[in-house]
C-alpha cells in the first residue's frame, strides 16, 4: 500500500499537468445560444405561460363529465310540540347524508370554452417560439458585438503602436535637423487620440460582454471568431418573396391570430349565455332523526333539469357587445401587426443586400490603405512623401481596418435578422453560422 501511493501521486499530478498544458475549447455561438436558452427570464416565462394555457382544455372539458357531490352532516336537535293534546318535549340525535351525481347533457357555452381552448394554447405555443427566436437573434447580435468591440480594440492597439513609431521618427528627424516641430506636435495629437480611442474600446469590450453575459448568465471566454468568408445577398433576391414567408410564418403573428380567435370565440361565448342548460342529476339521500324521533328516510331518484336565464337586466347584451368590441380591436391591431412585420421584413432583406455591398466595399478599401499605407511608409523612408503624408494615412488605414470589421460582423447578423424578421429563424440557421467561425483555443 506505502509502494503505491507514490506511483498514484505521480499519476495525478501527470493528470493535472496534462489537463492545464491542453487548451480548453472556447465559447462558440450555439454554446452561447444554449446558455441563454436554459436561463433566459422570458422564454421561462413563455413556457411556464403555455403549461397554465395547457390547462385551459381539461379545464373546459370538465364540463362535460359528471360531477358528483357527497355531502353529510349531524346534529342534536330538542323539539317542543303543543296543540295536539299532551305537549310534547323531545331531545334527540340527527344525521343526514346526500350524493348528487350532474351530467351535462346539453351546455352550448361549454363547446365555446373548449374552442377558445385549442386557441390559447395555439398562441402560448407561438409566443414560445417567437421568445425563442428573439433570444436567437439577440444572442447572435452580442456574440458579434463582442467580437467586433475585441476587433476595433485590436485595430487601435495597432494604431497606437504604429502612431507610436512614427511618432518616434518625427523627434528623431527633429534632433538631426531634418524634421520639424509642426510634424512632431501633430504626431503627437494622433498618438494621444490613438490612445483614447484604445480606453474608448476597451471600455466597449467591457460593455459587450456584460451584455452577452446578460444574456447567457455566465461569464464569457474567449470566443470563437469569424473566419475567411464570402458575403451572401438574400435568396430569393426580392423582397416579395421573404413578406410572403413572414405573413405566413411569423409566429408573432401566429400569435395574434390565435387570440383574435379566443377573442371571437368570447363573443359566441358570452351569447350562448342566453341559450338552455340541459342536465341529467341523480340523487341518493339518507336522513335520520328527524321530528319523530326513530324515523328513517331513504330517497333517490333522477331528474332532467333545463335552464336558460328569461331576464337579466342586459347583461348578457352588454358582454355581447363588449366582447365584439374587443375582438374588432384584436382585428385593428393584427393589422398594423402585418404591416409591421411587412416593413421589419423589407428592412431586414435590403439590410442584408447594403450589407453585401459594404463588406465588398471595406474589404476592398482596407486592401487599398494597407497598399497605401506601405507606399506613403516607403516614400517618406526616401524622402518623397512628408511625415504629415504618413500620419494621414496612417489613420486613414486605421479607420478602413475599423470599417472592414465592422462590415463583417454587421453581414452575419443581418442574415439572422432576416431569418428573424420572416419567422423562420432556427437553430439550423444557428450552426450555419456558427460553422463560419474558426476555433479558438482558451489558455
Same mark, same amino acid.
Given at each position: 500500500?506505502?509502494?503505491?501511493?507514490?506511483?498514484?501521486?505521480?499519476?495525478?499530478?501527470?493528470?493535472?499537468?496534462?489537463?492545464?498544458?491542453?487548451?480548453?475549447?472556447?465559447?462558440?455561438?450555439?454554446?452561447?445560444?444554449?446558455?441563454?436558452?436554459?436561463?433566459?427570464?422570458?422564454?421561462?416565462?413563455?413556457?411556464?405561460?403555455?403549461?397554465?394555457?395547457?390547462?385551459?382544455?381539461?379545464?373546459?372539458?370538465?364540463?362535460?363529465?359528471?360531477?358528483?357531490?357527497?355531502?353529510?352532516?349531524?346534529?342534536?336537535?330538542?323539539?317542543?310540540?303543543?296543540?295536539?293534546?299532551?305537549?310534547?318535549?323531545?331531545?334527540?340525535?340527527?344525521?343526514?347524508?346526500?350524493?348528487?351525481?350532474?351530467?351535462?347533457?346539453?351546455?352550448?357555452?361549454?363547446?365555446?370554452?373548449?374552442?377558445?381552448?385549442?386557441?390559447?394554447?395555439?398562441?402560448?405555443?407561438?409566443?414560445?417560439?417567437?421568445?425563442?427566436?428573439?433570444?436567437?437573434?439577440?444572442?447572435?447580435?452580442?456574440?458579434?458585438?463582442?467580437?467586433?468591440?475585441?476587433?476595433?480594440?485590436?485595430?487601435?492597439?495597432?494604431?497606437?503602436?504604429?502612431?507610436?513609431?512614427?511618432?518616434?521618427?518625427?523627434?528623431?528627424?527633429?534632433?538631426?535637423?531634418?524634421?520639424?516641430?509642426?510634424? *512632431?506636435?501633430? !504626431? =503627437? /495629437?494622433?498618438?494621444? %487620440?490613438?490612445?483614447?480611442? &484604445?480606453?474608448?474600446?476597451?471600455?466597449? +469590450? $467591457?460593455?459587450?460582454?456584460?451584455?452577452?453575459?446578460?444574456?447567457?448568465?455566465?461569464?464569457?471566454?474567449?470566443?470563437?471568431?469569424?473566419?475567411?468568408?464570402?458575403?451572401?445577398?438574400?435568396?430569393?433576391?426580392?423582397?416579395?418573396?421573404?413578406?410572403?414567408?413572414?405573413?405566413?410564418?411569423?409566429?408573432?403573428?401566429?400569435?395574434?391570430?390565435?387570440?383574435?380567435?379566443?377573442?371571437?370565440?368570447?363573443?359566441?361565448?358570452?351569447?350562448?349565455?342566453?341559450?338552455?342548460?340541459?342536465?341529467?342529476?341523480?340523487?341518493?339521500?339518507?336522513?335520520?332523526?328527524?321530528?319523530?324521533?326513530?324515523?328513517?328516510?331513504?330517497?333517490?331518484?333522477?331528474?332532467?333539469?333545463?335552464?336558460?336565464?328569461?331576464?337579466?337586466?342586459?347583461?348578457?347584451?352588454?358582454? *355581447?357587445?363588449? !366582447? =365584439? /368590441?374587443?375582438?374588432? %380591436?384584436?382585428?385593428?391591431? &393584427?393589422?398594423?401587426?402585418?404591416?409591421? +412585420? $411587412?416593413?421589419?421584413?423589407?428592412?431586414?432583406?435590403?439590410?442584408?443586400?447594403?450589407?453585401?455591398?459594404?463588406?465588398?466595399?471595406?474589404?476592398?478599401?482596407?486592401?487599398?490603405?494597407?497598399?497605401?499605407?506601405?507606399?506613403?511608409?516607403?516614400?517618406?523612408?526616401?524622402?518623397?512623401?512628408?511625415?504629415?503624408?504618413?500620419?494621414?494615412?496612417?489613420?486613414?488605414?486605421?479607420?478602413?481596418?475599423?470599417?472592414?470589421?465592422?462590415?463583417?460582423?454587421?453581414?452575419?447578423?443581418?442574415?439572422?435578422?432576416?431569418?428573424?424578421?420572416?419567422?423562420?429563424?432556427?437553430?439550423?440557421?444557428?450552426?450555419?453560422?456558427?460553422?463560419?467561425?474558426?476555433?479558438?483555443?482558451?489558455?
Amino acid at each position: 500500500m506505502s509502494a503505491a501511493l507514490p506511483f498514484q501521486c505521480a499519476s495525478l499530478a501527470f493528470l493535472l499537468a496534462t489537463l492545464l498544458t491542453v487548451p480548453a475549447r472556447a465559447d462558440n455561438l450555439l454554446d452561447s445560444y444554449q446558455a441563454a436558452l436554459a436561463s433566459d427570464p422570458a422564454i421561462a416565462q413563455a413556457r411556464a405561460s403555455l403549461d397554465a394555457d395547457l390547462q385551459s382544455k381539461p379545464l373546459a372539458r370538465s364540463a362535460w363529465l359528471p360531477h358528483m357531490g357527497l355531502s353529510a352532516g349531524a346534529g342534536k336537535n330538542m323539539a317542543g310540540i303543543t296543540g295536539l293534546g299532551l305537549p310534547i318535549s323531545q331531545v334527540y340525535d340527527s344525521n343526514n347524508v346526500s350524493v348528487n351525481l350532474t351530467q351535462n347533457l346539453f351546455n352550448g357555452q361549454a363547446w365555446s370554452a373548449l374552442a377558445q381552448a385549442d386557441h390559447r394554447i395555439e398562441a402560448s405555443e407561438a409566443a414560445l417560439v417567437y421568445a425563442q427566436q428573439q433570444l436567437a437573434l439577440k444572442v447572435a447580435g452580442a456574440y458579434f458585438d463582442v467580437l467586433q468591440a475585441e476587433a476595433q480594440e485590436q485595430v487601435a492597439r495597432e494604431q497606437e503602436k504604429l502612431l507610436g513609431a512614427i511618432g518616434e521618427q518625427t523627434r528623431a528627424a527633429l534632433e538631426v535637423g531634418t524634421g520639424d516641430v509642426i510634424a *512632431v506636435h501633430e !504626431a =503627437q /495629437a494622433r498618438l494621444d %487620440a490613438a490612445r483614447s480611442d &484604445l480606453v474608448k474600446s476597451g471600455n466597449a +469590450v $467591457t460593455v459587450a460582454r456584460r451584455a452577452l453575459q446578460r444574456l447567457t448568465h455566465r461569464h464569457p471566454g474567449v470566443l470563437d471568431d469569424l473566419d475567411a468568408f464570402e458575403p451572401l445577398p438574400p435568396q430569393p433576391d426580392q423582397p416579395d418573396p421573404w413578406v410572403t414567408t413572414a405573413l405566413a410564418s411569423q409566429p408573432l403573428l401566429h400569435e395574434n391570430e390565435a387570440r383574435l380567435q379566443t377573442a371571437r370565440e368570447q363573443v359566441e361565448f358570452n351569447r350562448r349565455a342566453r341559450w338552455p342548460v340541459v342536465s341529467l342529476q341523480g340523487i341518493a339521500q339518507h336522513t335520520q332523526g328527524v321530528l319523530l324521533p326513530g324515523m328513517d328516510i331513504n330517497q333517490k331518484g333522477a331528474s332532467i333539469n333545463l335552464s336558460m336565464p328569461l331576464f337579466d337586466g342586459g347583461q348578457i347584451s352588454a358582454t *355581447v357587445d363588449q !366582447a =365584439q /368590441a374587443q375582438a374588432q %380591436a384584436g382585428v385593428e391591431a &393584427l393589422n398594423g401587426l402585418r404591416d409591421d +412585420v $411587412t416593413l421589419a421584413t423589407q428592412t431586414a432583406f435590403h439590410d442584408l443586400e447594403d450589407s453585401v455591398a459594404q463588406f465588398k466595399a471595406a474589404q476592398q478599401a482596407a486592401a487599398s490603405a494597407r497598399v497605401s499605407l506601405e507606399g506613403t511608409r516607403a516614400g517618406y523612408e526616401v524622402g518623397t512623401r512628408s511625415i504629415i503624408d504618413l500620419l494621414a494615412v496612417a489613420t486613414d488605414y486605421s479607420r478602413a481596418e475599423q470599417n472592414y470589421h465592422a462590415a463583417r460582423y454587421a453581414h452575419v447578423v443581418a442574415r439572422v435578422r432576416l431569418k428573424a424578421a420572416a419567422g423562420i429563424l432556427s437553430a439550423a440557421d444557428l450552426e450555419a453560422i456558427n460553422g463560419l467561425l474558426r476555433h479558438a483555443a482558451r489558455p
